[in-house]
Each structure stands twice: as C-alpha cells, then as structure tokens.
C-alpha cells in the first residue's frame, strides 16, 4: 500500500544544484517525520537529512549541510530534497523512507551523479 517514488536525480556538474522529489501514496503523510539517505557504490546507506510531521524541525548529515534543505509539501504528500554547490562525494542513489509501524519504507531511489 504504501508507495514512495523519487525523481529529480541526474548527471551535474561539480557545484551544481539538484532538486530531489519523493512522491508519496498509502499513507497519513503529514503524521510522520521523512527521511532522505543516500548510498554510494561500495558504501553503507547513510542518512542524509530528517523532518519533523510538521516540517517545523529538521536535521542534516555532517556533508551536507548548509548545503541542502528538506522540506516537505504535506497538501501534496510530497517530501524534497534540495541540493547545491554539489560535489563528486555527493554521487549516490538517493533514496525517500518512511519509518513506520511495519518496518522502513523505501523508494526505488533516484540516481545522482556529481562529475565534470
């Protein structure tokens, strides 16, 4: 039932700005906080950044941050990613979760790649 689906990924150039999106259906998606991680070939999944239900409170990865803004279009069930002055360690598959009572939820995950 529950559905998330990210877009917006891309190949850019090294101080490139992407904006990431996450569709999302099968669930109260303003009563939950969102998440974006990221993993890059041959790493772990990392967390990326977090909002709070409200999109009141929000929090980011070390390596991103003043970088990059969540936020989230609750009207629209829509979760964003923001992204500027991208660099090459920025390439990854990003991905939209959604923790709730069952367990993580994850997209399909958009591709993001950083190279000049």
């Known amino acids: 039932q529950v559905q998330l689906v990210e877009s917006g990924g891309g190949l850019v150039q090294p101080g490139g700005s992407l904006n990431l999106s996450c569709a999302t259906t099968?669930?109260?998606?303003?009563?939950?906080?969102m998440y974006w991680y990221r993993q890059a070939p041959g790493k772990s999944r990392e967390l990326v950044a977090a909002i709070s239900s409200t999109g009141d409170n929000t929090n980011y990865a070390d390596s991103v941050k003043g970088r990059s803004t969540i936020s989230r279009d609750n009207s629209k069930n829509t979760l964003y990613l923001q992204m500027n002055a991208l660099k090459p360690e920025d390439t990854a598959v990003y991905f939209c979760?959604?923790?709730?009572?069952?367990?993580?939820?994850w997209g399909q995950g958009t591709q993001v790649t950083v190279s000049s």
């Open positions: 099968g669930f109260p998606f303003r009563d939950y906080n």
């Open positions: 979760c959604l923790k709730w009572y069952g367990g993580d939820y």
